[in-house]
């Protein structure tokens, strides 16, 4: 008689997510030369964050939600949550110069059209961020307002977009 095949272990809450499955991102083009994991890890140290942490939250957040998704285009990697109905709220993950970031957000936003996204938008800190959202040449709307960032409310920019 043999035995009975053994179940594999459900990973509960508490448990390590698994931060590699988790962080596959939907490829664009064939000119990335990073995976999202190692493009992750990099800008989250820029940011000062602890890279380990944001790769396991971010894990976490796409295995518990099925509308958090990972694009990557090139070296960038935008984090996609869609939060109504044709409404999607982004972030970058990135190692390219501001005028190649220009582009991945052009490309991200022909990407989420053709998927029946009609709105998106996001936030950011830095003010350099504002040329970067001039540089897509997209009719984005810049205005300022309060957000969680890191434990504490901060004054940031709110980027949004009609498709």
Same mark, same amino acid.
């Given at each position: 008689?043999?035995?009975?095949?053994?179940?594999?272990?459900?990973?509960?809450?508490?448990?390590?997510?698994?931060?590699? &499955?988790?962080?596959? $991102?939907?490829?664009?083009?064939?000119?990335?030369?990073?995976?999202?994991? =190692?493009?992750?890890?990099?800008?989250?140290?820029?940011? &000062?964050?602890?890279?380990?942490?944001?790769?396991?939250? @971010?894990?976490?957040?796409?295995?518990?939600?099925?509308?958090?998704?990972?694009?990557?285009?090139?070296?960038?990697?935008?984090?996609?949550?869609?939060?109504?109905?044709?409404?999607?709220?982004?972030?970058?993950?990135?190692?390219?110069?501001?005028?190649?970031?220009?582009?991945?957000?052009?490309?991200?936003?022909?990407? @989420?059209?053709?998927?029946?996204?009609?709105? &998106?938008?996001?936030?950011?800190?830095?003010?350099?961020?504002?040329?970067? $959202?001039?540089?897509?040449? @997209?009719?984005?709307?810049?205005?300022?307002?309060?957000?969680?960032?890191?434990?504490?409310?901060?004054?940031?920019?709110?980027?949004?977009? =009609?498709?």
């Amino acid at each position: 008689m043999t035995p009975a095949p053994q179940k594999k272990p459900v990973i509960a809450p508490q448990q390590t997510p698994d931060v590699m &499955g988790a962080m596959k $991102a939907e490829k664009v083009g064939s000119d990335s030369t990073k995976t999202p994991e =190692e493009i992750i890890r990099t800008d989250s140290a820029r940011q &000062g964050l602890d890279p380990v942490r944001v790769l396991k939250g @971010l894990a976490s957040d796409k295995k518990n939600n099925p509308q958090v998704k990972t694009v990557q285009i090139g070296n960038t990697v935008f984090l996609v949550k869609q939060v109504e109905l044709g409404t999607v709220e982004s972030h970058i993950f990135t190692s390219e110069s501001p005028q190649v970031i220009a582009k991945r957000y052009a490309a991200l936003v022909n990407i @989420l059209k053709s998927q029946g996204m009609k709105r &998106g938008y996001t936030y950011s800190d830095q003010p350099g961020f504002k040329k970067v $959202a001039e540089m897509t040449g @997209l009719p984005v709307k810049v205005t300022q307002t309060t957000q969680p960032m890191g434990g504490t409310i901060k004054p940031v920019y709110k980027f949004e977009l =009609e498709f």
